[in-house]
C-alpha cells in the first residue's frame, strides 16, 4: 500500500498567516500539522508516501521532512499548480499509485484515540475495495455527513449538508484499491468546480463496494480554521500532559516499528 498526502490548498480560512506558509506547516501544539497526519499514514504500516503540495511550500517541505530516510520513509513530492478537489490528488498521484493500494490523507486531519493505530492496522488488513472512518462531530455540517438506515447500513454520504440528521462524519483518512483512478477519471467537478472525495466514495458505494468503520471512541479535530487550531493545540497538549504520552511523533513512531 502506498500514501498520499495532501499538503496543498489555499487555506483561506487562516488568512493572513497562510499567505505566508501553507497551514500543514503552522504547529500544533509541539509539533507541525503534517506529523499528525503522516502518523497515520505510518500507524497503517505505510512507508512510499507522495505528498502533493504547491512549488511556493515545496522547499519548507523538504526542509522538514527531506526524502523521508530519517523517519524510516521514502517521501516523494508532487505539485499540484491549482486546487481542484481532494479527489484530483488520486489523478496527481497515478502513476505513484500504480497497481497498488493507497492510503490517502489529508495534512490538516487530527485523529485521536487509545486504539487508533490497531483500528487502522485492522482496516487496512480487511481492505478489498473501498475503506473509511465514520465518527462522531458535533459541527457535521462542516464535512462529508454519513447517513446510515435504522439496520445501521450506511445509505448514503452528503458533502457539507444544511442541517444534517445525522451527526456521523467521514474524517479525511481514505482507503482504496487501485480502481480508484480510474473511478476519479470519470468524475465530474462539482458545483464547487471541484472533484469531490465524496463523489468518489459515494460510486463505491453505490457499487455495494465500499467498507465503513463506525468508531464512536474516536476524537476528530479539522484544524483548518483559527478556533479549531487553537482546539487542536490545546487538546494535544492536555492529553499529553495528563496521559503522559507523545501524539503525532513520527521519528517515535518510526523508532517503535523498527525503521530507524
Given at each position: ?70 523517519f524510516?520513509?521514502?517521501i ?7 486546487p ?30 487509545d ?37 445501521g ?12 440528521s ?13 480502481t480508484?483512478?480510474?473511478?476519479a477519471?470519470?468524475?465530474r ?31 476528530y ?39 530507524i
Amino acid at each position: 500500500m502506498k500514501g498520499i498526502l495532501l499538503g496543498g490548498g489555499k487555506a483561506t480560512r487562516l488568512y493572513p498567516i497562510t499567505k505566508v506558509i501553507t497551514k500543514h506547516l503552522l504547529p500544533v501544539y509541539d509539533k507541525p500539522m503534517i506529523y499528525y497526519s503522516l502518523s497515520l499514514l505510518m500507524y497503517a504500516n505505510v512507508k512510499e508516501i507522495l505528498i502533493i503540495t504547491d512549488s511556493s511550500n515545496l522547499g519548507h517541505y523538504k526542509k522538514i521532512l527531506g526524502n523521508g530516510s530519517d523517519f524510516g520513509l521514502n517521501i516523494s513530492y508532487c505539485i499540484q499548480k491549482q486546487p481542484h478537489g481532494i479527489a484530483e490528488a488520486i489523478l496527481l498521484g497515478a502513476d505513484f499509485i500504480k497497481n497498488d493500494q493507497v492510503c490517502l490523507v489529508l495534512g490538516d486531519t487530527i485523529l485521536y484515540s487509545d486504539t487508533l493505530e490497531e483500528d487502522i492496522i485492522g482496516i487496512r488488513s480487511q481492505l478489498k475495495d473501498c475503506a473509511v472512518i465514520a465518527c462522531r462531530h458535533s459541527h457535521p455540517e462542516h464535512f462529508g455527513v454519513a447517513f446510515f438506515n435504522d439496520d445501521g447500513q450506511l445509505t448514503e454520504i452528503k458533502e457539507k449538508p444544511v442541517n444534517p440528521s445525522s451527526d456521523y462524519v467521514i474524517p479525511g483518512l481514505y482507503f482504496y484499491d487501485n480502481t480508484c483512478v480510474k473511478k476519479a477519471e470519470n468524475l465530474r467537478p462539482s458545483l464547487r468546480g471541484e472533484l469531490e472525495i465524496t463523489d468518489l466514495n459515494n460510486e463505491y458505494l453505490k457499487a455495494g463496494k465500499l467498507q465503513v468503520s463506525k468508531l464512536d471512541n474516536l476524537q476528530y479535530i479539522d484544524a483548518g480554521q483559527y478556533d479549531s487550531l487553537l482546539s487542536a493545540s490545546n487538546f494535544i497538549r492536555k492529553k499529553q500532559e495528563e496521559e503522559s504520552i507523545v501524539i503525532g511523533d513520527i521519528k517515535r513512531t518510526a523508532s517503535e516499528k523498527g525503521w530507524i
